[in-house]
């Protein structure tokens, strides 16, 4: 069981330059979530899924985009990447519980430097 | 909207001491509360969670966390500190009832805990 794993796990790309994160969670929660943590600022959320095939849009969704075609597995885009958005995403998954008292697990996180 | 404040970037403490990490938190109905503690390079990591009940909650590590509603606050308690407690620590709320998409969590800014030997 290795819980939530994230893919690659450190990336330097070009201002302009494109990429996709993964993550992948064999737990069989319904939600998952991609954060991103920012010195000072403590977590905020892109995006998050609620479930295979649906997503929503977080508190800082600008530049990003996300897809959710299989329940196991959470992808985080990035079309044109931006200095902004040098940064260490997570993301996170949890079960479809009592609502809001699920705990979310969290991955080990992509660090992300551009250039 | 909802916030937590995490008033201390850093807590220094000699080991063996008690440790506390403050967390104070602002939601328009009723909160859910949690503590996750991030080891350098490594994803966060679940300590304990308020949902109701006992104001006083246990968790991971030996860890406890007190529920004040009077106050607003859940501060983060350790009787006795050891240097391996030295981390990162954040506090995350979450209001109760509502949409799917309140199940998100907001974050605290962190508090770096650091353990003198």
């Known amino acids: 069981n290795a819980g939530v794993t994230q893919t690659p796990k450190f990336r330097v790309l070009k201002t302009g330059q494109s990429m996709t994160l993964l993550c992948a969670q064999d737990?069989?929660?319904?939600?998952m979530y991609w954060y991103r943590q920012d010195p000072g600022m403590g977590l905020r959320l892109i995006h998050y899924?609620?479930?295979?095939?649906?997503?929503a849009k977080g508190e800082v969704p600008d530049g990003y985009n996300v897809s959710r075609l299989k329940k196991q597995n959470f992808l985080l885009g990035l079309e044109s990447a931006a200095p902004s958005q040098t940064s260490v995403y997570f993301c996170?998954?949890?079960?479809?519980?009592?609502?809001?008292?699920?705990?979310?697990?969290f991955g080990p996180g992509t660090r992300l430097l551009v250039l | 909207a909802q916030s937590v404040a995490q008033p201390e970037d850093q807590v220094n403490v000699a080991e063996g001491n008690p440790l506390t990490v403050k967390c104070t938190y602002s939601?328009?109905?009723?909160?859910?509360l949690f503590w996750y503690v991030q080891y350098p390079n490594r994803g966060l990591q679940f300590l304990l969670k308020?949902?109701?009940?006992?104001?006083l909650v246990k968790g991971s590590y030996g860890f406890e966390a007190e529920f004040n509603k009077s106050q607003t606050s859940f501060h983060l308690k350790k009787p006795s500190a050891l240097v391996s407690d030295s981390a990162l620590y954040f506090c995350?709320?979450?209001?109760?009832?509502?949409?799917?998409?309140?199940?998100?969590?907001?974050f605290g800014s962190g508090t770096r805990l650091q353990v003198q030997p």
């Open positions: 308020y949902i109701t009940g006992d104001n």
């Open positions: 996170a998954s949890s079960s479809s519980g009592l609502a809001g008292t699920e705990t979310q697990y």
């Open positions: 939601v328009s109905g009723n909160p859910y």
């Open positions: 737990m069989n929660h319904e939600y």
């Open positions: 995350a709320v979450r209001e109760r009832g509502g949409d799917t998409g309140r199940r998100a969590l907001t």
């Open positions: 899924s609620v479930g295979e095939g649906t997503t």
